[in-house]
C-alpha cells in the first residue's frame, strides 16, 4: 500500500489495476497538477468529466477547489443547460459571472446568502428548498413534498406545491407576488433535473481521484482505462478517444506483439500496450491455443523466426484471425513487410491437411530450415514415391510446385504503403497507431504536427498541418451578421496525434469545402483562436506526393 500526497493510498493488483483506498474527509484537495489538468479540459476519463461536454465546461469553468467542480458537475445538467434567461443558459451566467464578465445579480437580497456561492444562480436542489424556506417559511414537510416534485419530477406535485408557496409568501411578505412569481419559476425550471448537491459533491470527490491519478499515474491510467473500453457501447471510439488523448500527453500506445503476448491491455514498461486479444475478430481461444503452441513447441520470437510461426502456429489458429494478427503488427517484431508476410500466409493456407501436418513435422526436426526448403523437400520426397508420402496424388506435385515459385516470386511488388497499414490498424484496432495516411504525401510545407499545435506551436505565419480528415460537422449559423451561413467543424489527425477542434468559418467553408471531406488529406493553414485554442482554418491545399 502507498501513501500519496492527497490523503490517498493505492495499491495494484494482479492485472495492474491501480485500487484507490481513501478516507475523503482526510483527503488534500490542494493538488495544482490535479486542478490543472483539469482545468485544460484534459478529462477523458475523468469520472463525470470526460464527455466533449465536460471537456469543453471544464475548460471555460477552469474549477480550482471541491465546491467549484460540484459546481460545474451540476451546471452540467438539463436544469441549468435548457434554462435560458436573457438570451443565455444558467450555466453560461455562472461562467460569465465566474470569471467577472458579468456582474453577480441576487434578483432580491433576501436570495443572497442562498446562492451567493453559485453566483446568484439556482444550481442545486437544496438552494430550491432553502429558498422555499426562506421566502414562503415552509416547513420541513412542505418542503421535503417540493424536493420529491424536483427529483422526480412530478408536474402534478410541482403545481400545488407553487400555489402554496405563492400564498405562503405573500402571507410572510418578504418579496411580492410577482417576485415571488418569478423566483418560483426557476424552481420550476430546476425540475428539469437540477441536481441535489450532497450527490453532486459526492461525485467531484470521485472526479478528483480519478484526475489525480491522470495526473500522476498517466501510464497506467491509460492502461486500465483502455483495459474497460471493452465495456463500453462502443469500444473502437472510446479506444480512439483514449490513445488519442494519451499522445497528446506524451505516452505511446503500442500495437500487440507476440513477443509480448499479452491476452489484453497491459503496461509493458511505460506503455500501454495492446493485447491480443484486443485484435478484432481474434478471441480468447485463439488467444491460449497460440501460446500453448508455442509453449509445447518452445517457440520465442526473440529466438525463433518467422517460419517457425508460419508452419508451426498458422496451422492451429482460425485463418482470419491470424491475418488479422498479421495486418495489426503482432508479428512486426520479424522485420518483415506485413504484405510479404500476408502473401506468405496466403500462399500457405489453403495446403491440404496431409502436407500440413508433413511440413510441420519436418520443421520441428529441422528448426533451421526455411519455408521454402521445407516446401522442397516435401516435393522431392514425394517424387520418390511410396505410401507416406506427403503428396500422395502425383497429379497435385504441380500445384505444390506452382505454389513454391509463388511463394518466392508473387510476381507483383510487396511493400507497405502507409495508407494501406493505416486503414488495416483502424479496421483491426480502431486507430492506426505506427502510421497515417498523411505520411505517404510530401509534407515539407508543413510547420508543425498536430500536437505540436495542441501543445502551444505559434508562428507569426501561422500555423500549417498535414493532416488526414477524420470527420466533418457542417453547421448553419443562427445568429449574428452571418445569421443563415454555414460553418465547418472539423477533426483532423497526422501521426503525432487528433486535432478535434477545428473549425471553418463561412467564407472559408464556401471556399474550401470540397476538400474537407472525411479521408481526404490536406493542408491545413491557419491560426490559433484566442480564446478557445482552436485551429481556425484559412486555407486548405491537397496534398500531393
Known sequence: MISLECGCQFEQDEEGRIIFNTDITKMNTNCSATWDLICEGNTKGVFQLESQLGRSLAKQTKPKDIEELSDL???????????????????????????????????HEALEP?????????????????????????DLQEADILRKAIGKKKADVMAKVKKNFIDKSIQRGIVTKAEAEEIFSWIEKSQRYSFNKSHSVSYAYNGYI????????????????LKHSIGKPDTFVEVQELVNNAKIMGINVLPPSVIEMNEEFELIGENPTYGITNVKGVGSSVYKKMR???????????????????????PKVNKRAFE?????????????????????????????????????????????ATVEECLQKMIDVSKEGGKKRPIFRKDKIPVVQDLLRSYNDPG???????????????????????CNKVDEYDTTRAN???????????????????????????????????????????????????LDNITAFSEEWEKYKNLLYEGNTVLLRGTRDKNRGSFLVKRVEQLTS
Open 73 to 107: 458537475i451540476a451546471i452540467m445538467r438539463p436544469g441549468c443547460l435548457e434554462a435560458i434567461v436573457k438570451g443565455k443558459s444558467l450555466t453560461m451566467h455562472y461562467i460569465d459571472r465566474k470569471h467577472k464578465r458579468d456582474a453577480v445579480e441576487y434578483f
Open 114 to 138: 442562498i446562492l451567493k456561492s453559485t453566483y446568484g444562480i439556482l444550481v442545486y436542489q437544496e438552494q430550491a428548498i432553502l429558498l422555499a424556506q426562506e421566502i414562503a417559511g415552509f
Open 210 to 225: 480519478t484526475a489525480y491519478a491522470k495526473a500522476h499515474f498517466p501510464h497506467e491510467f491509460f492502461t486500465s482505462y
Open 292 to 314: 500453448d503452441d508455442m509453449q509445447t513447441n518452445n517457440i520465442d520470437p526473440r529466438h525463433c523466426d518467422w517460419d517457425c510461426f508460419l508452419l508451426l502456429v498458422a
Open 324 to 368: 488479422n494478427l498479421i495486418l495489426a503488427g503482432a508479428f512486426d517484431c520479424f522485420k518483415i513487410l506485413r504484405a510479404k508476410m500476408q502473401h506468405n500466409y496466403n500462399t500457405l493456407k489453403d495446403i491440404g491437411k496431409r502436407e500440413t501436418a508433413w511440413l510441420m513435422e519436418y520443421k520441428k526436426k529441422n528448426m533451421d
Open 412 to 434: 507483383y511488388a510487396l511493400f507497405d504503403s502507409p495508407s494501406w497499414m493505416a486503414s488495416k490498424e483502424q479496421e483491426l484496432l480502431g486507430i492506426s497507431l505506427t
Open 448 to 498: 508543425c504536427t498536430c500536437k505540436e499545435f495542441i501543445d502551444g506551436f505559434e508562428s507569426q505565419h501561422g500555423a500549417v498541418v498535414a493532416v488526414q480528415i477524420e470527420s466533418v460537422r457542417e453547421w448553419k449559423i443562427k445568429k449574428g451578421k452571418a445569421k443563415g451561413n454555414k460553418m465547418g467543424f472539423i477533426v483532423a489527425s497526422d501521426n503525432s496525434c487528433c
